[in-house]
């Protein structure tokens, strides 16, 4: 058997940088595939940030990491758009999950505490966090407060 790291990400719904975001994204995620034999990485499916870090993660899965990572969608609560195309979803990532926690929750806490819950499975938890306010810098907040590893790429763009 063979030792899986957990990732997950977490960043503002709208990205002014885009292209910057992509390329920081995908050199750590390739960095994080070269370090650890296995890495699993949650994400959900909320915003610019998540499809910048789900693109990054397939493009390497295609290029030449598909026995050594894996994809999962984490869904506060089970979606129409998923439950009217399962089956795309299901071919597109690699796990498809609902969070139990988050589904007895009314919808507007539901985000909230499925990221509590992809923090406190993970070993990494990665964030674009560029202002002090919305649900990626309480999800940050959490997490530090939690003792996780985080890296917020964000701060590493910034002008010095």
Known sequence: MFEVYTVSFFGHRYIEN???????????????????????FLIGRDGDFDQIATSAVLRAKHGYAEHRCDLTWVMPYLKAEYTNNAEDFENYYDYVEVCAESEKVHSKQAIQVRNRYMVDRSDLVVFWVERNSGGAYQTMKYAEKQGKKIINIAESTKQK
């Open 18 to 40: 885009f292209r910057v975001a992509e390329r920081k994204v995908e050199d750590l995620i390739n960095k994080l595939i070269q370090e650890h034999e296995y890495v699993e």
